[in-house]
């Protein structure tokens, strides 16, 4: 994999290094900046040439630093963003490298299960209306002769595996049938071939079915060539979308279908869209209120709940039982089946965490919940990459962020400790996709692509901005441009 320096690329701007402006991924408006966010992006601007002087640094070599992260941190946390939730760095951070290290590094395996690319030299984008979408972006100016090249698999790498510490991630196709769909399975193969040429295991792949996408017989049979020619590590389903518009149940009709095939194939593991309604779907379908039903007639099968059934225009506070929205409905869910914490049904933080840690009392309800009603082995680390760009600065956020002891207190929330930690960002997804935690990150930190990594690094290369439209009129010109697709 080679590695470019910082000359050859093309120049960022000075920001932030945890973008605290509204960003989408194109399926949801971007949350309105309160007022306590906005102080805290003034503060942290402000801060950082204080806290660049006090270090040495430039501001732009602080901005690009762990310190840079920290002065940001410390900023949500003074202008009353964090009261409930709240992120654990010492104020010396924002000027001491090693203690901003301390607060915001790791060495846990990173194991994201939600990702995404596109394959830009196919003809897709003149069946599929995410093309327009797709040139809006600030992914689009990325300095690619070609501005879709800025969605190819290359770009992909580069922000999950070289601008990240990410170790292992799965790569997941959009809900559409595949000759519309910007990236086919054979198209994913050959990303899992390209990275494991410099890092074996690093990448895993799901297996899309849409039962409601043309004849069920069809869609069925073709799960067999997923399985067995592909080697698919789960199935993804978007129950919320169809191609008439009108989604389906996982224990309806078509559900049950999926679901007997998988037990039949072997492939048990099954990755189900939730929440985060997507435009012109009928929300219905976005509640988790078939989740339970489904783990509950399919013990043997895993279900892992992408978005973790979050609606952001409808919030996370305190589990309301008599509120069938949101997380909630998940919880909701999997109470009325008899299912415990410890359960075959995971949540998923894709796009999730990314939006909600610019607000750590959300944030703290949404992980308090699903820590206690799901369990601390049930939450898997996703960041919806790279429609949102590089996710290190979501994982550093992640690192440093804390449920408060008066929150846990108030509604018997568990800690959220650094071993719960290192579980939801990668230890449980490990046991989900049948990886050795303990052998792979020593195979992983000796191979072509580690040694890459440390060479970025070196070289200075800075990260691009987070992606996707930051303003309710960019999210709505992206859904009459595409159809209401997703």
Same mark, same amino acid.
């Given at each position: 994999m080679a590695v470019r320096s910082r000359k050859s690329l093309t120049e960022q701007p000075e920001r932030l290094p945890l973008d605290l402006g509204p960003v989408s991924n194109g399926e949801f408006f971007p949350l309105q900046a309160t007022a306590q966010l906005v102080a805290a992006h003034q503060r942290a601007h402000r801060d950082a040439v204080e806290h660049a002087r006090r270090a040495g640094m430039s501001r732009r070599e602080l901005l690009s630093s762990a310190c840079g992260t920290a002065t940001v941190l410390l900023a949500l946390n003074a202008s009353g963003c964090a009261n409930g939730g709240r992120y654990a760095v010492p104020p010396e951070a924002a000027v001491d490298p090693a203690r901003a290290a301390a607060a915001v590094g790791g060495d846990e395996l990173i194991f994201d299960v939600q990702t995404h690319h596109v394959e830009p030299t196919r003809d897709w984008s003149t069946r599929n209306h995410a093309f327009d979408f797709l040139a809006r972006t600030e992914q689009a100016r990325c300095g690619a002769g070609r501005w879709l090249d800025c969605y190819s698999r290359d770009h992909f790498l580069r922000a999950v595996f070289l601008e990240s510490d990410t170790d292992v991630a799965v790569l997941s196709a959009l809900a559409e049938v595949p000759r519309n769909n910007p990236l086919t399975i054979e198209e994913a193969v050959r990303t899992r071939e390209q990275i494991d040429r410099a890092g074996p295991g690093r990448l895993h792949l799901h297996g899309i079915v849409v039962p409601n996408g043309g004849p069920l017989?069809?869609?069925?049979?073709?799960?067999?060539?997923?399985?067995?020619?592909?080697?698919? /590590? $789960?199935?993804? !389903?978007?129950?919320?979308?169809?191609?008439? %518009?009108?989604?389906?149940? @996982?224990? =309806?009709?078509?559900?049950?279908?999926?679901?007997?095939?998988?037990?039949?194939?072997?492939?048990?593991?099954?990755?189900?869209?939730?929440?985060?309604?997507?435009?012109?779907?009928?929300?219905?379908?976005?509640?988790?209120?078939?989740?339970?039903?489904?783990?509950?007639?399919?013990?043997?099968?895993?279900?892992?709940?992408?978005?973790?059934?979050?609606?952001?225009?409808?919030?996370?506070?305190?589990?309301?039982?008599?509120?069938?929205?949101?997380?909630?409905?998940?919880?909701?869910?999997?109470?009325?089946?008899?299912?415990?914490?410890?359960?075959?049904?995971?949540?998923?933080?894709?796009?999730?965490?990314?939006?909600?840690?610019?607000?750590?009392?959300? /944030? $703290?309800?949404? !992980?308090?919940?699903?820590?206690?009603?799901? %369990?601390?082995?049930?939450? @898997?680390? =996703?960041?919806?990459?790279?429609?949102?760009?590089?996710?290190?600065?979501?994982?550093?956020?992640?690192?440093?962020?804390?449920?408060?002891?008066?929150?846990?207190?108030?509604?018997?929330?568990?800690?959220?400790?650094?071993?719960?930690?290192?579980?939801?960002?990668?230890?449980?997804?490990?046991?989900?996709?049948?990886?050795?935690?303990?052998?792979?990150?020593?195979?992983?930190?000796?191979?072509?692509l580690a040694r890459a990594r440390a060479e970025w690094r070196d070289s200075g290369a800075e990260c691009l901005p987070a992606l996707g439209p930051r303003t309710r009129r960019e999210v709505l010109a992206l859904w009459q441009a595409r159809g209401g697709r997703p």
């Open positions: 017989p069809e869609q069925i049979d073709g799960m067999q060539a997923l399985a067995e020619q592909h080697r698919v /590590a $789960a199935w993804k !389903l978007y129950p919320v979308w169809g191609p008439a %518009g009108r989604g389906y149940w @996982l224990d =309806g009709p078509l559900g049950t279908a999926v679901l007997e095939q998988a037990r039949k194939l072997g492939v048990k593991t099954v990755a189900v869209h939730k929440g985060i309604t997507l435009p012109g779907m009928d929300s219905l379908y976005s509640q988790c209120r078939d989740v339970g039903a489904a783990a509950r007639r399919y013990p043997d099968l895993t279900f892992l709940v992408y978005h973790a059934g979050v609606e952001f225009d409808v919030g996370e506070g305190p589990y309301d039982v008599g509120r069938a929205l949101g997380l909630d409905s998940l919880i909701r869910s999997l109470q009325e089946n008899g299912l415990r914490p410890g359960s075959n049904v995971y949540a998923d933080l894709g796009a999730v965490w990314k939006i909600l840690m610019r607000d750590p009392d959300q /944030a $703290a309800h949404l !992980l308090g919940k699903l820590l206690l009603h799901l %369990g601390e082995d049930r939450v @898997l680390w =996703g960041t919806d990459s790279i429609w949102f760009g590089s996710p290190q600065d979501q994982i550093e956020a992640f690192r440093a962020f804390e449920i408060t002891p008066e929150l846990r207190q108030r509604h018997g929330y568990p800690e959220l400790s650094r071993e719960v930690k290192r579980k939801i960002l990668g230890l449980n997804a490990a046991r989900v996709y049948g990886v050795n935690p303990k052998e792979i990150p020593r195979k992983l930190r000796a191979d072509d």
